[in-house]
Structures are given as structure tokens and as C-alpha cells.
């Protein structure tokens, strides 16, 4: 039964994921196609990327009051509806809507299932299974900028939109007969705006949770920097065709894969604060070593992406025990709090993919200094909120 969650909520935290990644390799195509600048593409990632934050704000609640599947089916025929729409786009002022429609049903699944997990697990146990779904998520960056490269070369990029319209389709219909309902009526609460507005102003008071979502959202934000950047590392930097964003996923993807494989054996053997001090000087080796790279050579597979599978390892081992510390401090609001949680990190997300990629994509060197800057963002936020002794006592 833990496998079959592991998978449904793994599938459903993919939504986002292949929405932006699937298509990046077709933005030289969707620019012809339109007659529009590298700057208007790059805002069918930035809008998106906006709206999937700000709806992470309210899925939480919503499922808080209304439970969870209701909301998780809904977003997911919102997004169905959005993908045929991105596919048929006559216009480009079409397509950035239902990109914009996108980003607002996308993130339900990310939001909900963690809040499902608390609901269903705690301690060791719901770090592990985070761990576990963050590994099988893991696969759909690694997979989607590949598939998406060989459906633009192939049927040209609106087949890539035909494909997330699919996925949607395959996943309402595995939550539908395999995901039963985790939080009962009588644990749910009456869905009033001063009540609701109250719970998120405890929240958003709240200094570790913020300075812990904070160094999440950051540490992330290295991760961010690469796949805002991705179309033009991979064909501006390393000069390589758009069939070959494997040399950039697969070393992301699959240190995230591995690292979140030993977060779930982690679990139960070591601190959580012990762990997370282990993955921040993992990070900031593999930080440190790609700008001395980038510094001294010029950008070219594998040595480029070498140091992004360490840093993407160290960030997967990381993430389920700062997550559940955050998250354990709301424990009768796990889903608003999740919804704040995610917020923030997308947020974050965003403004690094969206405004600081387009700054420092035309150099490796640049790419490589913004990843160190967001490491000891994170760094700082992590080591404030640890100096807390309420903080120390949750660990």
C-alpha cells in the first residue's frame, strides 16, 4: 500500500515538473513560430512559475476544509483543460494564458500530498516516505527535457503540450480509483475566510518555519538557476542540439534520485540536524568546485555538469528532514502550512528561474557564481533558525 502511495503522490508532484521541463527544448521553435523575442519565451516559463506559486497558497487550505481528492481531481482537470489549449494555441497571447492557467492548476499535487503524508504518517516514517516520493518524482525532470527534445525534433512542439494533456488525463484517472481520502469530515475545518486569515497570519509570524521554508527555497534556487537556464546551457554554452538536455538533467536528476535514496535510509539512523549539516558541506564543495571550473576552463560536458550532481545529491538529502521540521510546527494545520511552505519555495523559484537566469545565462561562470550566492542565502537562513532554542528542541 506504501508503494502504490509512494507512486500515485510521486505522479502527482511530476505534474509541475514535466509542465516546465517537458517544453523547454522547444523554445527556439515556439519563438519562430511566433515571431516572438527569447525574452517573451522566457516568460511562458516565468508566468507559470509565478501562478504555481501563488495557488500553492491555497490548495492546502482548500483541502484542509474541503479534503483532499476533491481538490487534487479538480486542479487536474483544470490542467487538463489549460495543456489542450497550449496545444491548439493559434497565438502567442493564447499560449501564455493557458501557460498561466497551467501554473494556477499545476501544484495541487505537490501542496496536497505532503499534507496527505502528515496526515497519514509521522516521525521517521513520513520522512521516508517523502524521501521516497521525492526519488520517484525525481525521474521527471531527468526524462522530460529528453522526451521533450525527441517529440520537438519529431512532431514539432505541440505535440509536447498533447503529451501533458495525457499525463493529466492518466493521473485524474489513478487518483479517482487508487488514492482514498486521508483527512475525515469531522478533522476538517469550516472553510471561514477570518479563521483561514488568521491561521496564515500564524503562520507567516512564525520565524524558524519561514527561515526553514526560506533555506529550502534557496538551497533549491541553485537547482532553479540551471533549468530557467537549460535551453540556453545546453545550445548557447555548450553548444549541443536540442536532443541533448540529457547532459543536463541526468546529472541533476539522478544525484536527487541517489540522495533521496539515502534520506529515506537516513531516517531512522541519524539526527535530522546531522543530516542536514552533512548535505550543506556537500553543497558547498560542489559549488565551490564549479566556479573554480568555470573560472579557469571553458564549458563543455561532462566536467560542466559534474559538480551539479553533487550539489543535487547533498539538496535531495537535505529537503524531507528540513520540510518535516518545518512543517511540525503546525501540526493541526498541515495542509495551510504546506501551502505557505510551497509558496515560498516556488516564489523563490520563480524569481531565480525567472528575473536571475536571463542575468546570467549567456556564461557558465556567472551560472556558477549565482549557485554559490543562493547556497549562502541558504546557509545563513539555516544557521539563524538553528540558533533558536524552540528550534532545537523540534530537532
Known amino acids: 500500500m506504501n508503494i502504490l502511495l509512494t ?47 501563488f495557488m500553492m497558497l491555497f ?24 495543456s489542450v489549449g497550449a496545444a491548439l494555441a493559434p497565438t502567442f497571447g493564447v499560449l501564455l494564458a493557458c501557460r498561466v492557467v497551467q501554473g494556477l492548476s499545476s501544484g495541487a499535487g505537490s501542496v496536497v500530498g505532503r499534507a496527505i503524508v502528515q496526515d497519514r504518517f509521522s516521525g521517521a516514517a513520513a520522512q521516508k516516505i517523502l524521501a521516497n516520493v521525492m526519488m520517484v518524482f525525481g525521474l521527471a525532470p531527468a526524462i522530460a527535457p529528453i522526451l521533450g527534445g525527441w517529440l520537438q525534433v519529431s512532431f514539432g512542439w505541440r505535440a509536447i503540450f498533447w503529451f501533458l494533456t495525457a499525463f493529466g ?25 477570518g ?38 546551457f545546453i545550445m548557447n554554452i555548450l553548444h549541443l542540439p536540442e536532443t541533448a538536455f540529457a547532459w543536463l538533467f541526468i546529472p541533476l536528476i539522478s544525484g536527487m534520485v541517489i540522495g533521496s535514496a539515502l534520506a529515506s535510509k537516513f531516517a531512522h539512523r541519524y539526527a535530522q540536524s546531522t543530516q542536514i549539516w552533512i548535505s550543506y558541506a556537500l553543497m558547498a564543495a560542489a559549488a565551490i568546485a564549479n566556479v573554480a571550473y568555470n573560472y579557469v576552463f571553458a ?44 509558496f515560498i519555495q516556488m516564489i523563490l523559484f520563480a524569481l531565480v528561474s525567472g528575473l536571475l537566469a536571463p542575468l546570467l545565462f549567456d556564461s557558465a561562470y556567472h551560472l556558477a557564481c549565482g549557485v554559490l550566492a543562493c547556497l549562502t542565502v541558504s546557509l545563513i537562513a539555516w544557521g539563524i533558525a538553528q540558533q533558536n532554542k524552540e528550534f532545537s528542541a523540534n530537532t
Not at 316 to 342: E, K
Open 59 to 82: 490548495y492546502g487550505t482548500l483541502s484542509d476544509s474541503f479534503g483532499r481528492r476533491p481538490v487534487i481531481l479538480w486542479s487536474l482537470a483544470l490542467y487538463v483543460l489549460a
Open 169 to 193: 488525463l492518466v493521473m485524474i484517472a489513478a487518483v479517482y480509483r487508487a488514492l482514498p481520502e486521508s483527512l475525515p469530515v469531522q478533522q476538517r475545518h469550516p472553510f471561514h475566510f
Open 195 to 232: 479563521a483561514i486569515a488568521r491561521n496564515y497570519w500564524k503562520v507567516v509570524c512564525h520565524r524558524q518555519f519561514l527561515l526553514l521554508s526560506v533555506a529550502v527555497g534557496m538551497a533549491f534556487g541553485g537547482f532553479a538557476l540551471y533549468i530557467g537556464s537549460a535551453a540556453y
Open 7 to 53: 507512486v500515485l503522490l510521486a505522479g502527482l508532484t511530476m505534474v509541475g515538473p514535466l509542465a516546465i521541463d517537458t517544453y523547454l527544448p522547444s523554445f527556439p521553435a515556439i519563438a519562430q513560430t511566433f515571431d516572438a523575442s527569447p525574452m517573451a519565451i522566457q516568460q511562458t516559463l516565468s508566468l507559470f512559475l509565478f501562478c504555481f506559486a
Open 299 to 342: 564549458a563543455e560536458v561532462p566536467w560542466a555538469v559534474l559538480p551539479l550532481f553533487l550539489y543535487s545529491f547533498a539538496l535531495a538529502i537535505s529537503m524531507p528532514p528540513m520540510t518535516l521540521i518545518a512543517l511540525n510546527h503546525f501540526p493541526n494545520n498541515s495542509g495551510l502550512a504546506s501551502s505557505m511552505q510551497s
